[in-house]
């Protein structure tokens, strides 16, 4: 039996998320379907994490298991022509049997866009922001999330997550032109919700709404009530994965 890793992106805008669910199309289950048809006989598929509804991805990866040989760039082109438009195959390899696309991922680097004034071209995959925000001061807080390890507070109630221990290896705002920004993070695992519920909580800090000591009694408490809100999901990537 062998194991391929399949590299691919995709816009999120048409789907209930990456895992399979019973109310909604996702990509996972696009992708499941489409291999299994290829391939003639049914094929399961596991990702490296899940993205909530509308959440994108410039890199996904997913492991699944053959017992025959496959011709690796035939198979990308074929499922490419498969495949909805907004999924794409960028590769697909061979990989050792315990290598695992969740649990052998070091890393994991995602962005939320956002821009200050109106913009036809950026709606659909960045937040435009009405706030005038102190992004100095945004960043000393995204700095203060590296000194953190337990992120309860930013992660969804009622989630499933058996342990809200993570490590924070990148924390930063940067900004790219005059009027739009991108909040970067990169950790060893993702809570629920847990980027978008970072951002919102960034922002009361760059509207003057809390003190960067109430960001670390929000961190320290770890109740999700005290925290920002969740920002919308269409402008947020998941960028990067290190295996």
């Not at 109106?118 to 700095?143: I, T």
């Not at 739009?180 to 993070?185: A, D």
């Amino acid at each position: 039996m062998q194991r391929y890793f399949i590299y691919l992106s995709y816009d999120g805008s048409a789907y209930h998320g990456w895992q399979i669910q019973p109310n909604g199309i996702s990509v996972q289950e696009k992708l499941q379907e489409a291999l299994s048809k290829l391939l003639r006989q049914k094929i399961e598929i596991v990702g490296a994490g899940r993205t909530d509804t509308g959440v994108h991805a410039r890199m996904m990866v997913a492991h699944f298991d053959f017992p025959k040989s496959i011709e690796e760039e035939q198979l990308r082109y074929r499922l490419n022509r498969l495949l909805p438009r907004d999924i794409t195959i960028n590769k697909v390899i061979p990989v050792e049997a315990d290598m695992h696309a969740r649990f052998s991922a070091k890393w994991r680097t995602y962005r939320y866009y956002i821009h200050t004034q109106k913009d036809a071209f950026l709606r659909h995959y960045s937040y435009e922001s009405p706030y005038k925000l102190d992004y100095q001061l945004m960043n000393q807080g995204a700095e203060l999330l590296k000194s953190h390890t337990d992120f309860a507070a930013f992660c969804k109630t009622g989630a499933d997550n058996k342990s809200t221990l993570c490590t924070i290896r990148e924390s930063k705002w940067v900004q790219t032109s005059a009027i739009s920004w991108y909040f970067e993070i990169t950790a060893n695992r993702f809570l629920r919700n847990m980027v978008r519920a970072t951002v919102g909580t960034l922002f009361l800090l760059g509207r003057h709404h809390i003190s960067l000591d109430d960001l670390d009694y929000i961190l320290q408490e770890g109740d999700r009530s005290n925290a920002g809100e969740s920002m919308p999901g269409h402008a947020l990537f998941l960028e990067n994965i290190e295996y």
